[in-house]
């Protein structure tokens, strides 16, 4: 840990958003919880990602309704259990081959979020499809600092194609902002914790001066790229589309920081860049999206807690397989016994943040009573590449709209997208439909 | 040979055609394949029945070029099924080769479509880097960019987040700061490191730090831990950028921290220090958390009496003026318009370095300084789609030479994975770049440049995945000798070898089977190679077959290993994407998954993976794959020699698809060697997308063939290769997209 004594007044400039904090008064442990004087604190979701499947026999609970008991994998969640909604029955039709062949992961990846069957390519053309996250981040990102947070625990690859002919960003990205445009996640809790609360600067340039140069640049950057469109191609001419799309977004945010930004003090030390361990790893990241919901920087999030595909060893507890073979363990009780123990060791990290989140005061409440916290897999059965039933958990109170502690099992192949559907609802965001919906799913806030 | 089959081809082209066809080709595709390959039948979705003509063969060279490479190797037609006489065989290839032939004279080349290009990462830092003169590698934080055809730097794939122009943002600030300097003053600050979050002090601890000005810094390192009085003495190391400073008998703490002080003066800029505590043995102290002497935390106060030195970014960029505040308006401008050309790769308009100098008069109109304001136009510069793509303008509707500046960066960001120097800027000016002497004689200097080191990380490092070397986590219990010295030695074994073979022009071929290599002692140690001692390393002659060419190197034998493993599957598919040029097809949709075909089935990996290819359906791919794979299992997953796995001997014997059959990893190796023309291929393919940015589709077909034949005709040798993908027409033209708006 980094013990950092500074200068008595050290100027902290986030991006866009510049705040000039005098630190060691900061240090205070009290944390003043930013003020809201309207009625309803907001409603916020998140979705946590987790590879590869999740052994079905130890996840989905045999009884339904609330007296489910929970199974070895999720038993960590017990705690939670009447915060929690077991949704068993959804499917990513996307996600399978539809003709495509073998590619599941890369599937499973970029459908989950989506709804949609992405196009098998290994480059030039990709596609999918707007996913839910960031359906909502487009309608009501305009009310915080960042319309969306895209966080990750593992690197993308680095080398070679990812999963059978499809491109990297399917296995790689949760977030779509758009067919062709995957949001990659920050894997790094330092740089989090800087877009949150600024990176130590120079004391040089007032934050006004620098911002004021921003939104000068950004402004003829547009201008520039107009200019320059005129005499590209139709393709040439999209990759500036997509890099002005940017360009506003950031824009955006700086304005978003200005009218918006509070000056609060980091409730945790800056950490030092990424732990080698997992758990570590994982809670300083929860910690972080804790507090961006915390400070109403944002309301919308997604955590990749590994790629999809990925081969990461959890030597942590003890398996030192790689995680993506294991799960083909063609019936291997050894094999199968330590897929379980990745997936329990996920929930448990799943369920530190829920606990973060409980014990975060919000309003009349806590956090967790104000928001939809999602977290699964594209994969059910990670050996045989299923995309039916598969394993999500829908945590928080959503502002009383949620009726959660049960366990609902819907009918075959009801679209997942359909949950989104009737999450977008709760978060008064207006949509027809998403990917492959038919409709809300029912059920959350009652039988 | 091939050269004479050449010649050949070109005197007897013309009695090569239609009637060829009909009479050679036609009756083979008959008698041999179309039992199979029928509209009726079509087995692996392929129709011969469809080609009745050579206009039809020429219209689908990719399918041609497979069937080709699978009757020439004997593949097809598959053992059980009439074969046709070598000399039929040799009829088809050589009519092929001839209208291939025919077919390229006659057609103009198509230089394909290439999309604006992002800089990926490698790029930016390298940019950043030749444009400033300070290594300052600010891409580390940025997200990992997306790959296509294996390769990070293809133009549709490389796409740009909000999330990435963000970082861009913060970056440029950065960049701008460190390459600038604003005259200034320096407060003394205190920073104190400990061991990492969650870790218990120990006998070593490191700490990079920013050392902001040059000045005198206090290193203070607090000990912490008790010892009994009568123990060994302990000596305090203490080491700058791998130098040691000091070294002091270590005060022994008995409960309180006891704290050794240093003031040394040090340069402005980043360093390592590391301090460690080392026994009367010599070693580094055991880790002992309960009792033993450890490392509670450095600090480093400072500056004081520090005094600011120019980085040396300023003599690329301060052009004319004086450091500090001493610059009239004629060379603030003429500051910017340098900067900006470096930066956008080409001259830039009077409008644009206005546009741009208006930064600098309006900081200096809000009191900033002039660096400040030079800092704003450079931050503005940086984030601009002029340096974060590589533009080029399509000029007319029919494909046309890229212009000199367009080609300087087309060369640069190939071969050094960067901007282009002075001197390519000077003949892109000139207009004379794109002329053939002038050509090669730069491509030769830039492969003798140290930047070509950009090339061999990028190129190297995808092509055979040893980006992937940095981050595979061989299993610590099953390969207690892996450690972070083996894993770079591994690294930087290929490289040297890769470096070598090009810098001394040897044949494409050695990179499969040479007699020598690049070792130091750990990686001598780890195979088995006795007299190599020391840190460094050397050229080192392989005598004994076990070793020799890429395939039997630790870096590439590791990143096609499991953490626990070996897999055959795996090395296989490497050979024959990343050698043979013979990628295997996904499995189709309607094989039985691996589960049902294995369930609850044990025995050796080989027994297993034979029992999977008694399975037709999987045995078509996997016979391949797997072969190869086993003619390395004298390999283990971190490359390392063995004769037996898990008390049983290691069966390295296997068969080339198409039946050459081999006994041992040597063996396999010389009939990969014979296979020059598959791995000439498959390299000239992997390099044409580096160099392009782009995937190549059958226009390309043309071009791949024309390099192959002219790397047969030069010995295979390297440079040939770089030189014919350069002196392509995808390389040098461009093809306009339909639809110019105006």
Sequence with gaps: MTGKFLPRRTLLRGLGASVALPLLDAMTPAFVPPSRTTSQPPLRMAFCYVPNGIIPAEWTPDAEGPGYAMKHIMQPMEPFRDRTLVLTGLTHNGGRALGDGPGDHARAAASFLTGIHPRKTAGADIKAGLSVDQAAAIKIGHLTRFPSIELGLEDGRLVGSCDSGYSCAYSNNLAWRGEAMPMPPEMNPRLVFEKLFGAEGEELDSPQRISRLRKSILDSIQQDTRTLQTKLGPTDRRKMDEYLTSVRDIERQIEAAEKTGRAIPPPMARPDGIPLDYAEHARLMFDLMTVAFQMDATRVQTLMMAREGSTRAYREIGVSDAHHPLTHHRGNEEMIARVIRINRYHVEQFAYFIEKLRSTPDGDGSLLDHAMIVYGSGLADGNRHTHHDLPVLLAGGGNGKLKPGRHVRYAKDTPMANLYLAMLDRMGVETESLGDSNGKLEHLSGI | ?742
């Design chain 2, 1 to 742: 040979m091939r050269t004479a089959l050449y010649l050949l081809i070109a005197t007897v082209s013309a009695a090569y055609g239609q009637s060829t066809f009909r009479k050679d080709v036609r009756p083979f595709l008959v008698r041999y394949c179309e039992p199979c390959h029928s509209a009726k039948s079509k087995a692996g979705g392929l129709n011969l029945q469809a080609y009745s003509s050579v206009a039809s063969v020429l219209a689908n060279q990719d399918v041609w070029d497979r069937i080709a490479r699978k009757i020439r190797t004997g593949e097809m037609p598959p053992k059980g099924t009439p074969a046709p006489a070598p000399a039929s065989v040799r009829n088809v290839l050589n009519w092929l080769r001839a209208a291939y032939a025919r077919h390229d004279r006659r057609t103009k080349p198509d230089p394909g479509r290439v999309t604006a290009r992002r800089l990926n990462r490698a790029e930016y830092d390298n940019t950043v880097r030749d444009l400033t003169g300070l290594d300052l590698r600010p891409a580390a934080a940025f997200p990992v960019d997306d790959s296509g055809y294996g390769f990070d730097n293809i133009g549709d794939v490389l796409s740009l987040s909000p999330a990435l122009l963000d970082k861009y943002l913060a970056a440029a600030r950065t960049v701008a700061n460190a390459a600038i300097a604003v005259p200034r003053t320096f407060k003394e600050t205190i920073e104190r490191r400990r061991a990492g979050r969650g870790e218990l002090p120990g006998p070593a601890l490191e700490v990079r730090y920013n050392f902001p000005a040059e000045g005198d810094y206090d290193l203070r390192i607090a000990l912490t831990g008790r010892r009994p009085a009568e123990s060994e003495p302990i000596q305090l190391v203490t080491s700058a950028g791998g130098n040691v400073e000091l070294v002091t008998p270590a005060a022994t703490p008995n409960g309180r921290p006891r704290v050794h002080e240093r003031t040394a003066r040090r340069k402005a800029g980043p360093l390592t220090l590391r301090v460690e505590l080392i026994g009367a043995d010599g070693k580094l102290l055991a880790e002992d958390p309960i009792r033993g002497l450890a490392i509670e935390y450095i600090e480093i106060r400072g500056p004081r009496n520090a005094v600011q030195t120019p980085p040396v970014s300023h003599q690329w960029i301060l052009i004319c003026g004086q450091w500090p505040g001493k610059y009239d308006g004629a060379c603030l401008e003429s500051i910017v318009a340098n900067l900006a050309r470096r930066a956008f790769r080409r001259p830039v308009t009077p409008a644009e370095t206005a546009r741009l100098t208006a930064y600098v008069h309006a900081a200096i109109k809000d009191g900033a300084s002039p660096e400040q304001g030079l800092r704003d136009a450079l931050e503005a510069i940086l984030v601009s789609p002029h340096f974060l793509f590589r533009i080029e303008e399509d000029r007319g509707k029919a494909p046309h030479p890229v212009n000199d500046f367009e080609l300087a960066s087309r060369l640069s960001y190939f071969l050094w994975s960067s901007m282009p120097d002075q001197t390519l800027f000077d003949l892109a000016a000139k207009r004379t770049l794109h002329q053939p002497a002038v050509l090669e004689q730069q491509v030769r200097r830039m492969i003798r440049d140290q930047r070509f080191q950009g090339f061999v990380e990028n190129f190297l490092g995808q092509w055979l995945q040893l980006r992937n070397l940095d981050v595979v986590k061989p299993d610590p219990v099953k390969f207690p000798s892996f450690d972070e010295e083996l894993r770079s030695a591994m690294k930087k074994e290929t490289e040297l070898f890769f470096k070598t073979l090009i810098l001394e022009d040897q044949p494409l071929l050695s990179f499969l089977n040479s007699n020598f290599t690049f070792l130091n002692e750990r990686l001598a140690r780890h195979y088995g190679i006795a007299g190599v001692h020391g840190p460094e390393f050397r050229r080192v002659p392989l005598s004994t077959g076990e070793r020799g060419g890429i395939l039997t190197q630790a870096s590439v034998l590791t990143v096609s290993s499991y953490p626990t493993r070996t897999s055959p599957v795996i090395r296989g598919k490497y050979v024959l994407e990343n050698i043979l040029n013979a990628p295997p097809p996904p499995p189709p949709p309607n094989v039985p998954s691996l589960e049902d075909s294995a369930q609850g089935f044990t025995g050796t990996l080989r027994q297993q993976l034979e029992k999977h290819r008694a399975d037709p359906a999987c045995a078509s791919c996997h016979n391949r794959m797997d072969a190869l794979g086993f003619g390395l299992e004298n390999y283990d997953a971190i490359g390392a020699w063995r004769t037996a796995e898990a008390g049983l001997p290691i069966d390295s014997s296997g068969a080339l698809p198409g039946g050459r059959a081999f006994r041992s990893p040597a063996g396999l190796r010389e009939l990969l060697f014979e296979q020059k023309d598959d791995f000439a291929e498959c390299l000239t393919e992997k390099m044409l997308i580096y160099a392009l940015g782009r995937g190549l589709d059958k226009h390309d077909r043309p071009t791949v063939r024309r390099i192959v034949h002219s790397l047969a005709s030069d010995q295979y040798r390297f440079s040939r290769l770089v030189l014919e993908v350069v002196r392509s027409a995808p390389f040098l033209m461009r093809r306009p997209e339909g639809g110019i708006r105006r």
